[in-house]
């Protein structure tokens, strides 16, 4: 019930997001049919003006331009671009790949460097394994995604030529944007981990459970990590925009064919129907991951239900 609860609570935020995502066209400081016309080296005259806004519907009123946007969104058709003249959602399909494979691959790589860390700067507090995290966290902190980019490349490609230095390929090719998108995401959450794990390492429920002669590892797996695991969770599922913003920068810089570069381009040459499809899309994965991440955190704690607690 939880879980269905929480996906009839999204539909007036997906309704809400269609809106202004559609309102976005209108605030525009350009006309569309202009920009079409100017791509097009069509002379831009007022008859023009006057046939490409009948042609793109751009003469009904808001509300009509608005239920017939939402129709075609529902059908998943999002129009065709200015610039290509191809549908944006084929253009999306062609491009979406390179970004959830690095999404991925670096999810992939913050939780490998994170937990781990974490947890062994908890256990073993104020021993080698805690500085370290300290020092990666304030490190992690400090170093922009950019700067952190161009010195993997200079040192791991133009320097040793271990890895290559732009485009799509093979596995090689995520390597550094992987690590350039991870650095930052896996410091702060193995500080946040390890700060956790302390405060869940002095509850009463640890000592109770040491004293029924429980192993130490059953005791941390199963008790301790499971607890501080939730505010963890919690702040990937905040952080998630930040990584995808991070990622339109680090596709950029590594040349990488994502939807951040994609989405960096159709701005830059103001093909609506693409930035519009870009904002819907990136706006409901926020939705869903929040989603996810609420499933998550109520199964590490299943006393939440809807934000009650209820007592075990």
Request: net charge positive; proline share 6%.
């Amino acid at each position: 019930m939880y879980a269905v609860r929480r996906v009839l609570q999204l539909i007036p935020v997906l309704l809400g997001i269609s809106l202004v995502t559609f309102l976005l066209v209108q605030l525009m400081p350009s006309d569309p049919a202009v920009v079409v016309l100017r791509i097009s080296e069509v002379p831009i005259t007022p008859e023009a003006i006057a046939a490409m806004r009948e042609q793109l519907g751009l003469n009904r009123p808001l509300p009509i331009q608005y239920l017939n946007w939402l129709w075609r969104v529902i059908q998943l058709d999002f129009g065709t671009s200015f610039v290509t003249g191809q549908p944006v959602l084929q253009e999306i399909f062609y491009y979406l790949p390179t970004t959830i494979e690095l999404t991925l691959s670096t999810t992939i790589l913050i939780w490998l460097v994170s937990i781990p860390l974490g947890v062994l700067a908890a256990l073993y507090r104020d021993s080698i394994f805690d500085y370290a995290s300290r020092l990666f966290a304030y490190v992690g902190a400090a170093l922009p995604n950019f700067w952190l980019g161009f010195l993997l490349m200079y040192f791991f490609s133009f320097q040793l030529g271990w890895l290559p230095v732009m485009g799509r390929g093979n596995w090689t090719h995520l390597v550094l944007p992987s690590i350039t998108l991870a650095w930052s995401p896996a410091a702060v959450y193995a500080r946040l981990l390890r700060n956790s794990m302390l405060d869940s390492l002095s509850q009463n429920y640890v000592l109770y459970a040491r004293a029924r002669g429980l192993r130490e590892r059953f005791v941390v797996g199963r008790h301790v990590l499971r607890n501080a695991l939730l505010p963890v969770v919690t702040l990937f599922g905040m952080s998630i925009a930040h990584l995808l913003a991070g990622a339109v920068i680090v596709e950029n810089v590594f040349a990488l064919p994502g939807i951040g570069r994609f989405a960096v381009r159709s701005i830059l040459s103001r093909d609506y129907p693409v930035i519009q499809a870009y904002v819907c899309l990136a706006a409901i994965f926020f939705v869903i991951t929040n989603l996810i991440v609420d499933l998550t955190y109520s199964y590490l704690d299943p006393r939440i239900r809807l934000g009650k607690v209820e007592d075990l």
